[in-house]
T-cell receptor, first 113, second 117 residues
Framework: DSGVTQTPKHLITATGQRVTLRCSPR?????VYWYQQSLDQGLQFLIQ???????AKGNILERFSAQQFPDLHSELNLSSLELGDSALYFC????????????FGEGSRLTVL | DAKTTQPNSMESNEEEPVHLPCNHS???????IHWYRQLPSQGPEYVIH???SNVNNRMASLAIAEDRKSSTLILHRATLRDAAVYYC??????????????????FGQGTILTVHP
């Protein structure tokens, strides 16, 4: 158990819909990262937050947005969903976002029908 | 981030050592070599990292070539639980106001390790 909690574990929805994925980082970790894992693209970095502020951006689509709240939990919002958005979405956290290892949650599996 | 090259797959027998190679010929002086692994149906987990010297921890050892263009992750006695995808990743150290920080963690395709009983 990494200490990172992601909800929901599974989500099935239809094209055009909007979903929100939630992540609670390890106690004391200030930085949160979001990754997308699909069969054809592998693990893709989406975005990183540190203490509520965006720190780094990766291959995140404009239809996707994220934020980190004052209590340090984070949400990834996916809108106008397409079939290709079906994937595992991982959240990770680290102590300070600058050094050291990332701790990953077990992921949220999104299926878009 | 600089690119790494790993074999697509490797096989090992239980309780035997496993040497997982990684080539990173374009590594720069500030790149740290990180290894993560992803067990089936789980998120990635940190294994080990190093800069120039060989490193050991409770999970594995990391042997880094003198020219740093390659490295090897060593599992001393493979168990069935070590069956996973192993990722070799370069993270550069960036100077920033107030100190330094690692660049983002960019995963490649990794090596699928199969461990036979």
């Amino acid at each position: 158990d990494s200490g990172v909690t992601q909800t929901p574990k599974h989500l099935i929805t239809a094209t055009g819909q909007r979903v929100t994925l939630r992540c609670s980082p390890r106690s004391g970790d200030l930085s949160v990262y979001w990754y997308q894992q699909s069969l054809d693209q592998g693990l893709q970095f989406l975005i990183q937050y540190y203490n509520g502020e965006e720190r780094a951006k990766g291959n995140i689509l404009e239809r996707f947005s994220a934020q980190q709240f004052p209590d340090l939990h984070s949400e990834l919002n996916l809108s106008s969903l397409e079939l290709g958005d079906s994937a595992l979405y991982f959240c990770a956290s680290s102590v300070d976002g600058f050094t050291g290892e990332l701790f990953f949650g077990e992921g949220s599996r999104l299926t878009v029908l | 981030d600089a690119k790494t090259t790993q074999p697509n797959s490797m096989e090992s027998n239980e309780e035997e050592p496993v040497h997982l190679p990684c080539n990173h010929s374009t590594i720069s002086g500030t790149d740290y070599i990180h290894w993560y692994r992803q067990l089936p149906s789980q998120g990635p987990e940190y294994v080990i990292h190093g800069l120039t010297s060989n490193v050991n921890n409770r999970m594995a050892s990391l042997a880094i070539a003198e020219d740093r263009k390659s490295s090897t992750l060593i599992l001393h006695r493979a168990t069935l639980r070590d069956a996973a995808v192993y990722y070799c990743i370069l993270r550069d150290l960036i100077s920033r106001a107030g100190g330094t920080s690692y660049g983002k963690l960019t995963f490649g395709q990794g090596t699928i390790l199969t461990v036979h009983p």
